[in-house]
């Protein structure tokens, strides 16, 4: 876990190099491009957050900081729950797999617009906590929206096609609500885990799937 700017900043380099190694092994397959590339959106996320860091100890300009904490609080609350189910509903590949990926796809959509609006109606705010940064929207109701937010980011890994996926998913299930009964308030602050997490597991998934060349058909019986 983040537990201070540097810890950040080490994180998201070493998260978006994941992610730009899970590029490199793409290996022709572009329906797997967003998959490889959110490694390296989740470094920079973290990497932001460094500036946040920063910006509540002073050390850069105050509103420096405010801009960074923006940034992170509309990746992480409006564009993750709509992006997370789209890249899983791209790498499925039979059209039953797909259309059980959609409502999660449409569900990430309403809690996304959810937290847009309550971001942009009320005033978002940062402060330090001991070792985490606590985030603060002003959301009504907040189980409930997280919640949703939960099932649709995780859902769609759980009914993937891909055992890999599927795993993941449960782990990422795990690990999620274990981070949200030990600091519900730095929640979202403790996003390295998650994106580590994400990075390993996309590019294991891409080092170890075979890429349209080297499938083997086994012949119609």
Request: aromatic share 8%; charged share 10%.
């Amino acid at each position: 876990m983040c537990f201070s700017p540097q810890g950040d900043l080490a994180a998201g380099v070493v998260v978006a190099a994941i992610g730009v190694d899970a590029c490199r092994h793409l290996k022709g397959r572009s329906e797997y491009l967003a998959v490889a590339v959110l490694p390296v959106a989740l470094g920079l996320h973290q990497i932001d957050e460094s500036l946040v860091w920063w910006g509540l100890r002073g050390v850069v300009p105050a509103g420096l900081g405010v801009a960074a904490m923006w940034v992170y609080l509309v990746f992480a609350l409006v564009v993750l729950p709509v992006l997370a189910p789209l890249i899983v509903l791209g790498i499925e590949r039979t059209p039953a797999r797909r259309a059980r990926i959609v409502p999660f796809v449409a569900l990430g959509a309403v809690v996304s617009a959810v937290l847009c609006e309550t971001m942009l109606a009320g005033r978002p705010s940062a402060r330090l906590g001991a070792y985490h940064i606590a985030y603060s929207i002003g959301l009504q109701h907040g189980l409930v929206v997280i919640g949703l937010y939960i099932v649709a980011t995780c859902g769609p890994l759980l009914l993937s096609g891909y055992r890999s996926v599927v795993w993941f998913g449960v782990a990422n299930l795990v690990a999620v609500a274990v981070l949200a009964r030990l600091c519900a308030d730095g929640f979202t602050s403790l996003w390295c885990l998650y994106a580590a997490l994400v990075s390993a597991a996309i590019a294991l998934h891409l080092r170890t799937t075979a890429s349209p060349r080297r499938e083997v058909h086994a012949p119609a019986h």
